[in-house]
C-alpha cells in the first residue's frame, strides 16, 4: 500500500503551491506529527503554526515546507494542505535558519517560523 500513489495539493493564502501525486506525506498538526499513506481515514487537523511539511513525490523526490498554521484536509484519495503561509526548505540555508532561532525571543513568532524551517530542512534531508 506505501507505493500506492495519491493526490496531494499545498496552497497557500496567496497561491497554489504544488499540486501533484505523492506515495507518502508527513505534517505537523497540534494532535502530533501524522504520517499519510493512500486511504488514509478521513481527517481534518490544524498545523502547527512553526511546523513543516513532508511529500514524497511519485518520481522519488522529497520536498519540504515549514508552515505558519493552517489546517490539514485527508481524504481517501487526496490530502490538502491549506497553510496560511509556507516556504519551501530547498530555498533556506541552514546557518542562517541556525542563527534566527538563536536569535529568536522564547515563545515568540520568529521563533516557531525558525523551528518551522530547521523541520523542513531535517524532514529534506530525511531526518
Given amino acids: 500500500m506505501a507505493d500506492t500513489a495519491f493526490q496531494v495539493e499545498v496552497v497557500s493564502v496567496e497561491e497554489r503551491l504544488w499540486s501533484g501525486e505523492a506515495t507518502f506525506v508527513i505534517a505537523q498538526t497540534t494532535e502530533g506529527e501524522l504520517g499519510l ?5 478521513p481527517l481534518f487537523g490544524q498545523l502547527v503554526g512553526g511546523g513543516a511539511v513532508a511529500i514524497d513525490t511519485t518520481s522519488g523526490e522529497r520536498l519540504a515546507a515549514a508552515i505558519r498554521g493552517g489546517f490539514l484536509s485527508v481524504t481517501g484519495e487526496k490530502v490538502t494542505v491549506l497553510a496560511d503561509g509556507a516556504q ?17 525571543a522564547d515563545g515568540s513568532d520568529e521563533q516557531a517560523v525558525a523551528q518551522g524551517q530547521l523541520r523542513a530542512l531535517e524532514l529534506l534531508a530525511g531526518k
Fill in 37 to 41: 499513506l493512500a486511504h488514509h481515514e
Fill in 88 to 104: 519551501w526548505a530547498s530555498s533556506l540555508v541552514e546557518a542562517d535558519v541556525r542563527r534566527a532561532l538563536e536569535t529568536a
